[in-house]
């Protein structure tokens, strides 16, 4: 692990005591800190505390007159290697999402080239506020920054959900990843992600209960582990995972269209997670049809199946499918990668209370042709995790 430069600014928040210990951590792991604390992070654990632990001296203000002598906010940001928040408070995220530089955290944030990574910390009611969580979408919509948590459990407050910080350890496990030495480093990953809609009149459509959230978690774990993703998503209410490229698809025509164009670009790994209709109205009338009597046919046509399709490609990538069923599971899955002629399928029973659509949490069975595997029940973060690293197995042995 090579010694990196990081900058970590404090916000104010009851979690930056655990700020103390990250900064201890970093530096028994051989990196150099040096720290950035916000006028509210000063409220929660005094600078004197981490220029002891990191043997630097702690900057808090912009307008410091002895820093800024000689550029002093501009030579911290080149001097950075990466850029940690935590904690990030809700109103930091907030600043930074807007692109403001009203203190010197948010103006290092604006000057520095480094990677950003902030860990949020609040209360679960601030951080699942809708303007909380539309600031979340604009910062993982840049490049440059990705976020880290944040995690759920109980909180100093005594509520119960997400808005804790990352541990240190965990935060400075994810500082030292090396995403060149992970099992899919080099690859080329192609992941489908949520459901489709297929248009009945301008405003009905017919689609499913899919959310997305285990396609998601998966594209952050292949990215985690080193590939370049590209994430071809149905219509979900998700942030894109920090590093992953994606491509929008409404109907299943539209999925079969963009998954094709990523597979003709290049691809060592097919991951078909995506809830696909089978069938598509035959024709969308141009205006709402309207309420005329208590009954109402639908003439339904076979979509496109982009699994199938991939899959038999001359130049087919290493192909994993997908089966959400409600009975005998284990038959309807294997059935479907024989048929479909699947590498591997990895199949949940979605009848399952509190598992699988919607849930944060998932239970899965992974078939290949000479063997299986049980993952869960867990979050679908651990369960993707779990999967990658199966996946990146059999595409080792496979020689993809």
């Known amino acids: 692990m090579a010694a990196k430069r990081i900058l970590l600014g404090i916000t104010g928040g009851i979690a930056a005591y655990k700020s103390a210990e990250l900064v201890r951590l970093l530096k028994k792991a051989g990196h150099s800190v040096r720290v950035v604390m916000t006028r509210g992070a000063e409220a929660f654990v005094t600078p004197l505390t981490f220029q002891a632990l990191s043997g630097e001296p702690v900057r808090t203000s912009l307008l410091d007159p002895e820093a800024e002598s000689g550029m002093g906010h501009i030579e911290l940001a080149k001097w950075a290697d990466q850029v940690v928040i935590a904690p990030a408070s809700a109103d930091f995220i907030a600043r930074l999402a807007q692109g403001m530089a009203d203190d010197l955290l948010t103006t290092l944030c604006c000057a520095t080239e480094a990677p950003i990574a902030i860990a949020p910390a609040m209360n679960q009611a601030m951080w699942g506020n809708n303007r909380t969580q539309r600031n979340i979408r604009l910062l993982q919509e840049d490049s440059q920054i990705c976020l880290w948590g944040p995690d759920q459990g109980q909180q100093a407050c ?225 369960i993707a995790a779990r999967l990658v690293a199966l996946i990146a197995e059999h595409l080792e042995r496979a020689g993809c």
């Open 158 to 382: 005594g509520d119960t959900g997400p808005g804790r910080m990352l541990e240190p350890a965990e935060l400075v496990g994810l500082i030292n990843h090396d995403r060149s030495q992970g099992p899919l480093a080099g690859k080329q990953v192609i992941i489908t992600a949520g459901p489709t809609r297929e248009p009945i009149d301008p405003v009905r459509y017919i689609s499913n209960h899919s959310s997305g959230k285990m396609g998601y978690a998966l594209a952050a774990a292949a990215h985690d582990a080193g590939a370049d993703v590209i994430l071809v998503s149905g219509p979900v209410n998700i942030p894109v995972p920090a590093g992953v490229e994606v491509r929008h698809a409404s109907t299943a025509e539209d999925m079969l269209r963009e998954s094709s164009a990523a597979v003709d670009a290049g691809c060592d790994l097919f991951v078909a997670s995506a809830a696909v209709a089978d069938y598509r109205p035959e024709t969308c009338v141009g205006d709402k049809i309207k309420k005329s009597s208590d009954q109402m046919s639908l003439s339904l046509v076979r979509n496109p199946d982009t699994l199938a399709t991939i899959a038999a490609r001359e130049d087919a990538p290493f192909t994993v499918g997908f089966a959400a069923e409600t009975s005998d599971v284990a038959h309807y899955a294997t059935e479907k990668m024989q048929r479909k002629k699947l590498r591997m399928i990895v199949a949940n029973d979605v009848s399952t209370p509190g598992l699988g659509f919607n849930s944060e949490n998932n239970a899965v069975t992974v078939f290949w042709s000479d063997g299986q595997e049980s993952i869960g029940p867990d979050s679908k973060q651990q």
